[in-house]
Structures are given as structure tokens and as C-alpha cells.
């Protein structure tokens, strides 16, 4: 996960602070799957009712999206010159960038007709028997993310009004992002316009959720841009002058 951006934060005593700002977040996540076995029921292309059964090896998947944040947060710091600082809060995520990139796959796939009491295994005109798919991509359908984060570390001071953040975080997101176009959608699902085309989707529909996930080293150049900061921070650093 990679982010950029600024946020301000409006201290209203001198340990407690409200922030918000705009943050623009990369993520990127990796699936792989190999001997998944999928099967529902459909109708063929002649309209028979059929248990479409499918198998799928050697397949693996990179996704990456692109969210434009919003946070608002609460910090508490404590101390003197250098501070501890621990924030929390929610993000507002609005997806600006989706793609999904898959390998080459093996299918291999069936049909039950219940109706007779027959399974197919090797008629590709409708949709059954060994398929070498090609490389599978696209961008999904997202909608908006609400995540919490939390954020603790230590604030230093290296200069009047300029201080670093150093910091461990974690996001978490509460809400699946996917739209309700991916309701019922499987991953592999047979085509009734090309059966010799299976159709694939992204493998985020085999999740109940799709949603931010990330934690790691945070570290962050701050500047106070108010009178009242600068003042605060001149007295504190001069404070540290006296003998």
C-alpha cells in the first residue's frame, strides 16, 4: 500500500487535536487458485435445464485500486519536546482506479441434465471439456469504502513549527465495496451466447467482502501554518534553550 497526501489538524487544547485532509491510497492484492471447483445450476443454449460443473487450475490473480480518502480522526499526544501521539477515526474512500489482471487458466467443465439423468463431459460446441482461457482482466465495479484506522507513534521536534511523525497504523474496512451488479455472480459461468467461450469474472465475487486492508510504518512531515501553533512551538523550543 502506498499513500500520498495532506492533512490538517486543529489542536483544541494542547494534548487533543481533530484531523482531516485528503489522502489518495494504492492498494494491491494477490489471489491464486488451482484445482477450485465450482457448480450451479442453469440452462444450456438450447434452454434444457443442465448443473453446470466446473474445475479450474493454475490460475492467479492481481488486484489494485486506487481510493481517494477522507479521513477524520481524534489525536492525543503527550509529553514535552518529543511526544507520544495515538490517533483514531473513520475513512471515506472513493474509488478513482480498479483493475484486476488474471493469468492463464485450465477449465474443465461439465454439464448434468437432470432431465435425463446424463452428464456431458466432452462437447465443446456446448460449453464442455478442456478450455485453455486466455488472460483474464478488467476493471470491477466498486463503490465507496468506510474504513477505521488507528495510528500511535512519536512526534519529534527538529525545528520551530517543523516536526516528523513516526508511526505503526492499520486501516480496516467495514463494508463490502463490490455493487450489487455482482450479486449472484459466479466465477466461471457458462456462456449461452458462445458455449465454447466460458465466461470468467473477477475472482473478488468468491469473497463476501471486498474491502481495504493494510498496516504498517507511517512516517510523516508536519508543519504548524497557524499563529497560535507557531507561538506554542517557538515557546516550547525555547524552553528547551534555558540553562
Known amino acids: 500500500m502506498l499513500v500520498f497526501g495532506v492533512v490538517y489538524t486543529y489542536f483544541l487544547s494542547k494534548d487533543w487535536?481533530?484531523?482531516?485532509?485528503l489522502e489518495y491510497a494504492f492498494y494491491q492484492g494477490k489471489i491464486g487458485l488451482n484445482g477450485f471447483a465450482g457448480t450451479n445450476a442453469t440452462f444450456d443454449i438450447l434452454n434444457n435445464p443442465i448443473i453446470y460443473n466446473t474445475r479450474i487450475g493454475r490460475y492467479s490473480e492481481k488486484q489494485f485500486a486506487g481510493l481517494l480518502n477522507i479521513p477524520l480522526s481524534v489525536q492525543y499526544r503527550t509529553g514535552n519536546n518529543?511526544?507520544?501521539y495515538a490517533s483514531a477515526g473513520l475513512k471515506l474512500g472513493l474509488p478513482v482506479y480498479?483493475?484486476?489482471s488474471g493469468s492463464d487458466a485450465v477449465l474443465t467443465a461439465s454439464g448434468y441434465y437432470p432431465d435425463y439423468d446424463q452428464t456431458e463431459i466432452w462437447q465443446n460446441d456446448l460449453g464442455y471439456g478442456v478450455f485453455n482461457l486466455n488472460e483474464n482482466s478488467g476493471k470491477p465495479d466498486l463503490g465507496v469504502s468506510l474504513s477505521g484506522t488507528l495510528e500511535t507513534g512519536?512526534?519529534?521536534?527538529?525545528?520551530?513549527?517543523?516536526?516528523i511523525y513516526?508511526?505503526?497504523f492499520v486501516d480496516y474496512g467495514f463494508n463490502d465495496m463490490k455493487k450489487s451488479s455482482y450479486a449472484g455472480k459466479r466465477f466461471v459461468e457458462y456462456n449461452h451466447y458462445e458455449p465454447g467461450r466460458?465466461?470468467?469474472n473477477?475472482?473478488?465475487?468468491?469473497?463476501?467482502r471486498f474491502s481495504p486492508l493494510s498496516?504498517?510504518?507511517?512516517?510523516k512531515l508536519a508543519f504548524s501554518v497557524g499563529c497560535s501553533d507557531l507561538l506554542n512551538d517557538r515557546k516550547a523550543y525555547k524552553s528547551l534553550r534555558l540553562p
Open 166 to 168: 513516526t508511526g505503526v
Open 82 to 84: 518529543h511526544r507520544f
Open 17 to 21: 487535536g481533530l484531523s482531516s485532509g
Open 154 to 163: 512519536v512526534k519529534w521536534n527538529i525545528g520551530v513549527g517543523t516536526a
Open 202 to 208: 473477477t475472482a473478488c465475487v468468491l469473497t463476501d
Open 98 to 100: 480498479a483493475k484486476y
Open 198 to 200: 466460458p465466461l470468467m
Open 215 to 219: 498496516f504498517g510504518l507511517k512516517v
